[in-house]
């Protein structure tokens, strides 16, 4: 089916502004509106709320993230950027398996079974598109995904 991008990354931010809100973290936008892709309406929502729910959840009070949408050449971009904890190098490649987290003590505060990304990784594998992680450890991470627009 046909989805407005812009506007179901708008409805899953919506619905952690709570959280956001109450950790002190600031969200800043930039979404393009045109963007028409088409998918699975449910689990490209899931998608975004795996993603957002890291974001939020490995960055610390008073930190910002960015939500930034964009198409360019038939492709839909979105890519959220957190200034949270980070992902080691070594481990980049492993959290987009099932059940890897990176350090347990690290992550023991911040339940979560290590399901997320692996399941972000599969959807838009299913969707023909493209994900990658970028971070630095103390710095933040950057999660891309592109799924071709309509
Ligand atoms: P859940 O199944 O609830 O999503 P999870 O968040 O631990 O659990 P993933 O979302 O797959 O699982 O993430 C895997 C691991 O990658 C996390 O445990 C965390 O160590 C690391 N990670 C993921 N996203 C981020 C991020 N934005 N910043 C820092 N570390 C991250
Ligand atoms: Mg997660």
Redesign the pocket.
Known sequence: EPIAFAQLISEVIESFELIVTQKDIRLVQNMDEESIIYGDRDRLEQVIR??L???I???PANKQISIALTTDHGWSELIIA?E????PEK?LKA??ERF????KA??RN???????????SQIINKHDGVFE?Y?KVGQ??S?KIRIKTI
């Open positions: 795996n993603l729910d890291n974001a959840r490995y960055t957190d949270g904890i980070g992902i481990d959290v987009k890897y987290r990176v350090n690290r992550t911040s339940g979560g079974t290590g399901l997320g990304l692996a399941i972000v992680l971070s933040g991470t999660a």
